[in-house]
């Protein structure tokens, strides 16, 4: 039976990084900003003249150490699976994407597919923090903070993607709407799918665990 539950943890796992990857790939084939986190990481390389791969993989090895020190329990296979493999799943869908969709250059259009996109990733956050087999570091930020604040996770996430969006400011990068829906709207979003879809779906498959994230 616990071998059941752990194969359906990782299915739920895998296919939110799946989903994820496909939003994330979306919204940077739109060409309207990228995400918090990665903005901030953009700023630091461009700052420090060093590649972002290194940038960004030194700061995740730095908040893996952080989050080891701290939160242990939030480690997991999921933490590896989204810091190795969330690059190529990106990758590979936007060289699908590339082929195949084409984006007008027409605002209206673009903010309709970035509406599509932060759903998307929305949807895929959700199912990778529900199935509770590990986050990435980053991930682990809004958790972390909630369980030290009491703040619902939501608003906690909201802080974290601000704080990334004020320091890529003060890196001197440009901000795209994309940056600013993802920083103010993600947190909420994820967690109105965590209610309403992930965690139901959780309980029907008898999976018990989940990552306590709200009051």
Same mark, same amino acid.
Request: aromatic share 12%; net charge neutral.
């Given at each position: 039976?616990?071998? =059941?539950?752990?194969?359906?943890? @990782?299915?739920?796992?895998? =296919? !939110?990084?799946?989903?994820? #990857? ?11 900003? /990228? ?17 972002? #791969?290194? %940038? ?7 908040? *893996?150490?952080?989050?080891?020190? *701290? ?20 990758? @590979? ?14 605002? *209206? ?16 956050? %959700? ?38 969006? /004020?320091?890529?400011?003060? *890196? !001197? ?11 103010? #709207? ?10 309403? @879809? ?10 018990? #665990?989940? =990552?306590?994230?709200?009051?």
């Amino acid at each position: 039976m616990y071998g =059941i539950m752990k194969s359906k943890r @990782f299915a739920m796992m895998s =296919i !939110g990084v799946l989903i994820l #990857g496909m939003g994330v790939a979306l919204c940077n084939m739109i060409g309207l900003g /990228v995400d918090p986190f990665a903005a901030m990481n953009i700023g630091i390389s461009e700052t420090t003249s060093i590649s972002l #791969g290194v %940038s960004q993989m030194s700061l995740n090895i730095l908040m *893996f150490i952080v989050l080891y020190k *701290f939160s242990k329990k939030l480690i997991g296979l999921g933490t590896f699976f989204n810091m190795i493999g969330l690059g190529y799943v990106i990758e @590979f869908f936007i060289n699908i994407y590339s082929k195949f969709v084409v984006v007008p250059d027409n605002l *209206f259009i673009k903010l309709a597919l970035l509406f599509v996109a932060v759903v998307i990733i929305g949807i895929g956050l %959700s199912l990778y923090y529900t199935a509770n087999l590990g986050l990435a570091p980053y991930d682990c930020l809004p958790i972390i903070l909630s369980e030290s604040t009491k703040f619902e996770f939501g608003t906690c996430r909201v802080f974290a993607d601000c704080i990334c969006v /004020v320091i890529a400011l003060i *890196f !001197g990068v440009s901000i795209g709407v994309s940056t600013l829906i993802i920083a103010c #709207g993600m947190g909420p979003i994820v967690q109105f799918i965590n209610k309403n @879809f992930s965690e139901r779906l959780l309980d029907k498959s008898n999976i018990v #665990g989940k =990552i306590e994230y709200e009051e």
